[in-house]
T-cell receptor
């Protein structure tokens, strides 16, 4: 079974802090994704990576960066946290083909105070 | 602009009856479609998919129908069970694009 593990279920940080969200997958997947989910807005893609050290911007990359130094690990970085980044963050991974669906972690509920 | 639209934010169904969740899309380049289910405080889980070369795919109680000319797909759950109560997302791929385009979801409540 595919396992996508996000480092924290709940996180509380302060405005201006640098925040790291970590995600690890155990299926040797090429693709990894970071989304945020907000009420009424569905899932919005922040960044994704299709290979080690490769990254592409999603629909809402502003205020975020990512790092993928190893194939199994994909980190999301909030450079200077702001209150509008309070959200549920979801990490996913998938194989390189369309018929290999994305598998998600359980999410990190991040609150910025 | 929403390329994948789930026009019903919520749906309520009696246990044992059929649930039909609908999804419309605007991009004619979409060629692979997926349905995901999401419980509160959990990540989405993959449910069923369909390629544009098919018009139906079935997996147990779940069937997805695709009408390319109408740019419409639907998910049928028969019979519906209380454990099916969740938010259902429709999503689509276009060609070689790695990005999955998501609808906003439909919240299904199956009442005992």
């Amino acid at each position: 079974d595919v396992k996508v593990t996000q480092s924290s279920r709940y996180l509380v940080k302060r405005t201006g802090e640098k925040v790291f969200l970590e995600c690890v997958q155990d299926m040797d997947h090429e693709n990894m994704f970071w989304y945020r989910q907000d009420p009424g807005l569905g899932l919005r893609l922040i960044y994704f990576s299709y290979d080690v050290k490769m990254k592409e911007k999603g629909d809402i990359p502003e205020g975020y960066s990512v790092s993928r130094e190893k194939k199994e690990r994909f980190s999301l970085i909030l450079e200077s946290a702001s209150t509008n980044q309070t959200s549920m963050y979801l990490c996913a991974s998938s194989g390189q083909w369309k018929n290999q669906p994305q598998h998600f972690g359980d999410g990190t509920r991040l609150s910025i105070l | 602009d929403q390329q994948v639209k789930q026009n019903s934010p919520s749906l309520s169904v009696q246990e044992g009856r059929i649930s039909i969740l609908n999804c419309d899309y605007t991009n004619s380049m979409f060629d692979y479609f997926l349905w995901y289910k999401k419980y509160p405080a959990e990540g989405p889980t993959f449910l069923i998919s369909i390629s544009s070369i098919k018009d139906k795919n079935e997996d147990g109680r779940f069937t997805v129908f695709l009408n390319k000319s109408a740019k419409h797909l639907s998910l049928h759950i028969v019979p519906s069970q209380p454990g099916d109560s969740a938010v259902y997302f429709c999503a689509a791929y276009a060609g070689n694009n790695r990005k999955l385009i998501w609808g906003l979801g439909t919240s299904l409540a199956v009442n005992p």
